[in-house]
T-cell receptor, first 116, second 114 residues
Framework: GAVVSQHPSWVICKSGTSVKIECRSL??????MFWYRQFPKQSLMLMAT?????????EQGVEKDKFLINHASLTLSTLTVTSAHPEDSSFYIC????????????FGPGTRLLVL | DQQVKQNSPSLSVQEGRISILNCDYT??????FLWYKKYPAEGPTFLIS?????DKNEDGRFTVFLNKSAKHLSLHIVPSQPGDSAVYFC?????????????FGKGTHLIIQP
């Protein structure tokens, strides 16, 4: 149980385009989903926390107008990287927490974004 | 300021022996700790967790020890197996603040040698 999927797993795009990444909890309802970013050989950095039906809470230093998060249902959250630039190239990982066990998060497989 | 620290970037252990991964934290508000295992280009997989009301939690080959006074926790893997080779992340949370993101250490790359 507690499976989280992400789509796409790989994306290559041109600078200036927008990229949407989907995160789905497959067998449970996730009241809260999180978006992390990982640079090579670095730790996971929390970008934002999103609750179903409300606006996402962004961490300091994360541009909310650049990284748009939509949590439309209890099983789906999307991250849109708008006007992507090469410095946005990274590994983006989502996670979802089960309402009854909020401290334990289940992670998706990640999405590798390369902006040319 | 790094609130969760894993000071060993890598650790090499012989198969069958004990692997001990260490983690230190500075924020005394943290009261829940987790260990994740991660393979390259994949999301982290939850391994084991411990609440601050405990000092030990065991699950099969994995045991986590928590020393609150020292703000230190460790993950023991016994016996170590080749499939354990991965990057291990220590993460911390403050449960009293509602659902919020985890704070991760930088990870320790565990290499199990045959």
């Amino acid at each position: 149980g507690a499976v989280v999927s992400q789509h796409p797993s790989w994306v290559i795009c041109k600078s200036g385009t927008s990229v949407k990444i989907e995160c789905r909890s497959l067998d449970f309802q996730a009241t809260t989903m999180f978006w992390y970013r990982q640079f090579p050989k670095q730790s996971l950095m929390l970008m934002a926390t999103s609750n179903e039906g409300s606006k996402a809470t962004y961490e300091q230093g994360v541009e909310k107008d650049k990284f748009l998060i939509n949590h439309a249902s209890l099983t789906l959250s999307t991250l849109t990287v708008t006007s992507a630039h090469p410095e946005d190239s990274s590994f983006y990982i989502c996670s979802a927490s089960v309402a009854a066990i909020q401290e334990t998060q289940y992670f998706g497989p990640g999405t590798r974004l390369l902006v040319l | 300021d790094q609130q969760v620290k894993q000071n060993s970037p890598s650790l090499s252990v012989q198969e069958g022996r004990i692997s001990i991964l260490n983690c230190d934290y500075t924020n005394s508000m943290f009261d829940y700790f987790l260990w994740y295992k991660k393979y390259p280009a994949e999301g982290p997989t939850f391994l084991i967790s411990i609440s601050s009301i405990k000092d030990k939690n065991e699950d099969g080959r994995f045991t986590v020890f928590l020393n609150k006074s020292a703000k230190h926790l460790s993950l023991h893997i016994v016996p170590s197996q080749p499939g354990d080779s991965a990057v291990y992340f220590c993460a911390a949370d403050y449960s009293g603040g509602g659902a919020d993101g985890l704070t991760f250490g930088k990870g320790t790359h565990l290499i199990i040698q045959p």
